[in-house]
Structure formats: structure tokens, C-alpha cells
């Protein structure tokens, strides 16, 4: 069974930093892509950033140079972070960790179709 444990959301001021982790149970590390994508009241859910399991990365144009997204297998744990620095009130969202077997995949791909999500968590950015 996979399953996706986020954790690091929190309320921040602009030009905060945070750090995103999320605990991949299930899929094994070599044969997953992962990520994160966000949605903001009102607005369309969108992807954020993304790893293959070659460590190849894709980011959201909005958060190039400002967000890095990174993975590791440590104590056999498949996990995933998004470190977000130079936050701004329009990042302020539910971000939820991302995770599916079809990897790798080109990079115009990256966001599309995810099996398996986590339950979310909040990030908050005020002026």
C-alpha cells in the first residue's frame, strides 16, 4: 500500500523560508517519480516541482531560483523536500506531495498524472 506523510507547512512573512518533507512508503525510490503540486483558494490546482528518479528536476515557472526540490533514500526511506525561500503571499497554498510509478518521463510531463497523493499541507506567506 503507498502511502504519502507530508509534514514542514507552516505561516510565514514574506521573504520566509520553509522546508517541505514527505515520507514515500510503498514505492521504491529507483522506479518513482515524485513531486509537488499546490492549490490556492479559488484557483486551478498546479504543479510546483518535480524529480525522476535520476534526480532530473522540473519547477513552475513562478518559483525558478526560489524553490529547490530534492529526494534522497536515507535509513530506506523514499523521501521527498521542496525548500521554499523568498516566499511571497501568492505561494500561499495547500501543497501536496506527489508520487507515481511512470518514471522516467520527459520533462513535459513532469505534472501530469500522479497516482498517489498525500492529504496536504498549508503554507501560508503574509505582507
Known amino acids: 500500500q503507498v502511502q504519502l506523510v507530508e509534514s514542514g507547512g507552516g505561516s510565514v512573512h514574506t521573504g520566509g523560508s520553509l522546508r517541505l518533507s514527505c515520507i514515500v512508503n510503498?514505492?521504491?525510490?529507483?522506479?518513482?517519480?515524485v513531486g509537488w503540486f499546490r492549490q490556492a483558494p479559488g484557483k486551478e490546482r498546479e504543479g510546483v516541482a518535480a524529480?525522476?528518479?535520476?534526480?532530473?528536476?522540473?519547477?513552475a515557472e513562478s518559483v525558478k531560483g526560489r524553490f529547490t526540490v530534492s529526494r534522497d533514500n536515507a535509513n530506506a526511506k523514499n523521501t521527498l523536500y521542496l525548500q521554499m525561500n523568498s516566499l511571497k503571499p501568492e505561494d500561499t497554498a495547500m501543497y501536496y506531495c506527489v508520487a507515481d510509478e511512470w518514471c522516467p518521463r520527459p520533462n513535459s510531463r513532469m505534472f501530469d498524472e500522479y497516482d498517489y497523493w498525500g492529504q496536504g499541507t498549508q503554507v501560508t506567506v503574509s505582507s
Open positions: 510503498g514505492l521504491i525510490e529507483s522506479r518513482s517519480c
Open positions: 524529480i525522476t528518479n535520476f534526480y532530473r528536476t522540473t519547477y
